[in-house]
């Protein structure tokens, strides 16, 4: 079945300590997407390609960075993680860019920071 | 600014009928999805409108009317793995997805 595969499902952390957290699909979808989400909240997106062509959101701390080596990998690598970015990352992927499209997700990467 | 009215929390009876209310005042508008959200997991695509009137799937209808800046979804017959969190996301005049916050639905026996 095609599908939005992240890795690791948890993760745990030592603050300062980096994490990546990786993201594959099998949908051939052109863009892929991060978004950050605590617990009862809003997803926050984190920023996202457009095949290799990266979008950076305004407000997304440089402690965060993305990369895409090829279309169907996306990492997320956090520097220096904080007690702040305790959350569920989550990675989605659409057909088109553009918000009127269909958002499949992965099941989540859960990071906790010590 | 924009923002994304939704109820915190609902609860309702398995087999009876929930609806569930979005409000939102946005920069344009192209669009308006639902997706359902369990506990732990990724949210997972229920429904997108763009024209006013109610579109029915299955157990699930999603209605809009672009004048009011109002959404609904609509749950029958309700089952105990309905309960989850319903997102509503609108999208902007720039492309741009708007999410809600959420409404944590409850179905007690």
């Known amino acids: 079945d095609a599908m939005v595969i992240q890795n690791p499902r948890y993760q745990v952390t030592q603050f300062g300590k980096p994490v990546t957290l990786s993201c594959s699909q099998t949908?051939?979808?052109?863009?892929m997407y991060w978004y950050q989400q605590k617990s009862s909240q809003a997803p926050k997106l984190l920023f996202h390609y457009y095949d290799k062509d990266f979008n950076n959101e305004a407000d997304t701390p440089d402690n965060f960075q993305s990369r895409r080596p090829n279309t169907s990998f996306c990492f997320l690598d956090i520097r220096s993680p904080g007690l702040g970015d305790a959350a569920m990352y989550l990675c989605a992927t659409s057909r088109d860019g553009g918000g009127a499209n269909v958002l499949t997700f992965g099941a989540g990467s859960r990071l906790t920071v010590l | 600014g924009q923002n994304i009215d939704q109820p915190t929390e609902m609860t309702a009876t398995e087999g009876a009928i929930v609806q569930i209310n979005c409000t939102y005042q946005t920069s344009g508008f192209n669009g308006l999805f639902w997706y359902q959200q369990h506990a732990g997991e990724a949210p997972t695509f229920l429904s997108y409108?763009?024209l006013d009137g109610l579109e029915e799937k299955g157990r699930f209808s999603s209605f809009l009317s672009r004048s009011k800046g109002y959404s609904y979804l609509l749950l029958k017959e309700l089952q105990m793995k309905d309960s989850a969190s319903y997102l509503c996301a609108v999208v902007d005049s720039n492309y741009q997805l708007i999410w809600g916050a959420g409404t944590k639905l409850i179905i007690k026996p």
């Open positions: 409108n763009v």
């Open positions: 949908l051939n979808h052109n863009v």
